[in-house]
């Protein structure tokens, strides 16, 4: 089938479905909610959602453990529920990818209760070892959310490899029967009318053979046998020709540590082309060391160099995933923007990246500056990862760490209203709403025309309507400035720029000067959005705390 390219030309919005919506009052996010909100995904411009899973699970980790990958869970409406969803979504021009999530299950899915009994054709599903008579464990591979990687199993009486939390079993993608249970599920989904996949780290499926100790690194031990393992490309390749090609649909990666010259392996359009983008990690890391439990001090000129890196490398040979957020992130206008000043800085955050070359994600709450959580004790938090940190650490230096970097931050419930749990549901929500609900919902910003909310809207039309953001080439400016990105694109006459303050002080800019445009280009009237309530003129100007401002003409 052609393969058309459609998400081009889309925003996407993720959902995160525990905490979008409650329709059925009973604390958490369902489908039924979902439908009421499609609406308002419209109103914001949103050609496409992805969905994080919405399986039936036991929730070790919020659904990214599936107990079954061809239902939807009872609690978020069970399946009419979803192809509900999935009809009024297309009625609206909203494409719906799903997560797909087959590097591990849960431990409590019928593949694996049957493998450790040794059940076939289940019995290799699973990596499994037996107890080395040195008593020790099969390797020193950490899991990344709970200690070591592997655990005993009573039952079977052998190890089980698992690099996330103990009930989060890695499939054995190197025996063919994993892979057609893949290829089921896949066609499963897409015959359905879904429109792809954003794949959970699809780069660590395949394990080096023998499962060799790792004797260097000090943490994340073993996750250079099985990032970007040896059959990979293999496997990827049997997926693709034997299932995806059959349908016009779009697949991601979740790829940590992937630099664009080895996204490109994947992602060139002109040669395997295994996936359509990548979500890379590097923008994430720009106040943090690969994990945001490792905090460093804000640098943007780490987050320009990502930003720019991917812009450069990716031009002409593929296509860039843009995004600030997701549901294993804190807030981004808590960790690049500025909480004081929330609503300028999530407007600035907003511009930064709408403009880049590729599909802009949204994730919910972000288009309202949703900020991070501070809750006042450490059992208020619910995620695995977050739990898991510094155990050992007394108890005020641990909430101060989870503070600034849980991902529970990203999962507190929507902030719909400033009624009770801010509107996201009449019972209890099951993780409790940030405190801030009653200044930072949407109910509010609706009737603010500047409102963050209506910022992105503007962005998000913008963007749409100007073929430059599509086409235009990239260029940075003032690379080496650690309070302004700049950023032109350029297409014949038509040029956009973006200029982004991140620094509550006051700093002078020139961008004729640096860019050779000419000084008529930044006539008031050229200025398309800015969070600046003064009508900018003049080609060079005092930038105020955190503020953006996007020119565009069609002729110079
Ligand atoms: C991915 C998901 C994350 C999950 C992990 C294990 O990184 O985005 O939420 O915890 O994989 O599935
Ligand atoms: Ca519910």
Redesign the pocket.
């Known amino acids: 089938m052609k393969h058309t390219r459609w998400y081009k030309d889309r925003v996407f919005y993720q959902i995160w479905p525990r905490s979008f919506c409650?329709?059925?009052?009973?604390?958490?996010?369902?489908l039924?909610?979902v439908l009421e909100k499609l609406d308002y995904l419209k109103s914001l411009g949103i050609g496409g959602i992805w969905f994080s899973p919405l399986y039936p699970s036991p929730n070790a980790d919020c659904g990214y453990d599936i107990a079954d990958y061809m239902d939807i869970s009872a609690?978020?409406?069970g399946m009419e529920a979803f192809e509900k969803v999935l009809e009024e979504a297309h009625k609206r021009d909203m494409k719906v990818i799903m997560d797909l999530v087959v590097n591990h299950t849960s431990d409590e899915h019928e593949w694996f209760q049957k493998s450790r009994r040794r059940i076939d054709p289940y019995t290799d599903y699973y990596i499994w070892r037996p107890a080395p008579e040195n008593g020790k464990l099969p390797n020193n591979w950490d899991s990344h959310f709970e200690g070591k990687a592997w655990t005993w199993d009573e039952v079977r009486q052998e190890y089980y490899l698992h690099l996330f939390a103990v009930k989060q079993p890695d499939l054995n993608m190197d025996n063919h029967f994993v892979r057609e249970e893949v290829k089921r599920i896949l066609d499963f989904w897409l015959s359905k009318g879904v429109d792809g996949f954003r794949e959970d780290v699809i780069t660590f499926i395949s394990k080096k053979e023998g499962l060799p100790n790792d004797p260097l690194m000090p943490s994340a031990r073993g996750i250079r046998y099985y990032n970007h393992g040896p059959h990979l490309h293999e496997y990827l390749q049997e997926f693709k020709h034997e299932v995806l090609d059959n349908y016009d649909c779009m697949t991601i990666a979740e790829a940590p540590l992937v630099s664009p010259e080895k996204a490109l392996e994947y992602v060139d359009e002109s040669g395997t082309n295994e996936f359509d983008m990548m979500i890379q990690f590097q923008c994430m890391c720009a106040n943090c060391l690969f994990l945001d439990f490792i905090p460093t001090p804000f640098s943007l000129r780490r987050l320009k160099h990502a930003f720019s890196n991917w812009q450069k490398k990716l031009n002409g040979r593929a296509w860039n995933l843009l995004y600030l957020e997701n549901h294993d992130h804190p807030r981004v206008v808590s960790r690049y923007g500025s909480e004081r000043f929330c609503v300028k800085s999530a407007k600035m955050l907003c511009a930064s990246y709408m403009f880049q070359q590729g599909t802009p994600f949204v994730y919910q709450g972000q288009e309202l500056g949703m900020t991070n959580w501070y809750p006042e004790s450490i059992d208020a938090y619910e995620d695995v990862q977050t739990l898991n940190q510094h155990t050992d650490w007394p108890e005020e230096k641990r909430l101060k760490l989870y503070h600034r970097a849980s991902r529970d931050s990203a999962r507190t419930p929507m902030q719909w209203s400033a009624e009770e749990n801010a509107g996201f549901?009449t019972?209890t929500p099951w993780l409790s709403v940030n405190e801030n609900y009653t200044e930072i919902n949407a109910a509010e910003q609706e009737q603010d025309q500047d409102s963050v909310l209506n910022f992105y809207r503007k962005a998000i039309d913008l963007r749409k309507r100007l073929s430059v953001v599509k086409n235009g080439e990239y260029r940075e400016y003032m690379k080496f400035s650690g309070k302004v990105y700049m950023y032109t694109r350029r297409e014949g006459r038509k040029t956009l720029l973006v200029v982004a303050s991140y620094t509550e002080k006051a700093v002078k800019v020139r961008p004729a000067l640096l860019t050779g445009l000419p000084e008529e280009f930044f006539d008031a009237k050229n200025c398309v959005l800015t969070n600046n309530s003064v009508n900018a003129n003049g080609a060079s100007f005092t930038m105020r705390p955190y503020e953006v401002r996007v020119y565009y003409s069609g002729n110079v």
């Open positions: 409650d329709g059925n009052g009973d604390g958490i996010g369902d039924w909610g609690e978020y409406g549901t019972g």
